[in-house]
């Protein structure tokens, strides 16, 4: 299984991700999937100076993503895949690739959202996204660092009125 670990995070590749996260799951790849900024080469360009030494990074669409996983192209690597939204696991997960695990990490607290811990905010779509991954048999949990303790979807969203 090529994905050690899937995260939505607003901010992609950032410190937390390519310093705390990669020291724990050691991934060959970070797998950044975006339809916009897939087409952006300076974004592209700047994450590629982001990534870790040693380590791969593909910036690519969802449907770009889901043709790679298919064709075997991440065979034999351990793969750190990034979204910023939740809905992108779960159409990778109805195409067929496996995700062991779902991490939520920085969710940004906009209109239509309601914070469901101090660094996640969800919309109601989103929360649906979340549990339908989890309904699939994939644990859901929020953890902004390795060192924090994950804290289990529904326990993060009880009491809210989502």
């Known amino acids: 299984m090529p994905v050690v670990l899937a995260r939505v995070d607003q901010r992609l590749l950032h410190g937390i991700t390519v310093n705390q996260w990669n020291s724990v799951l050691k991934p060959k790849r970070f797998m950044v999937v975006d339809d916009l900024l897939s087409q952006d080469e300076a974004v592209k360009a700047t994450m590629k100076m982001s990534k ?22 991440y065979d034999g690597q351990k793969v750190f895949l990034l979204v910023k939204e939740p809905s992108i696991i779960l159409d990778l997960i109805h195409a067929g690739i496996d995700i062991p695990a779902v991490n939520v990490g920085m969710v940004f607290l906009e209109d239509g ?43 993060a969203v009880r009491d809210k009125k989502l």
């Open 52 to 73: 870790p030494a040693g380590t791969g990074l593909s910036v690519i669409s969802r449907e770009k993503a889901i043709e790679n996983f298919r064709q075997g192209n």
């Open 113 to 155: 959202r309601i914070a469901v811990t101090d660094r996640v905010a969800l919309s109601g779509e989103e929360l649906r996204d979340l549990r339908a991954i989890r309904e699939n048999g994939i644990p859901v949990s929020f953890q902004y660092t390795p060192g924090n303790a994950p804290v289990e979807l529904e326990d």
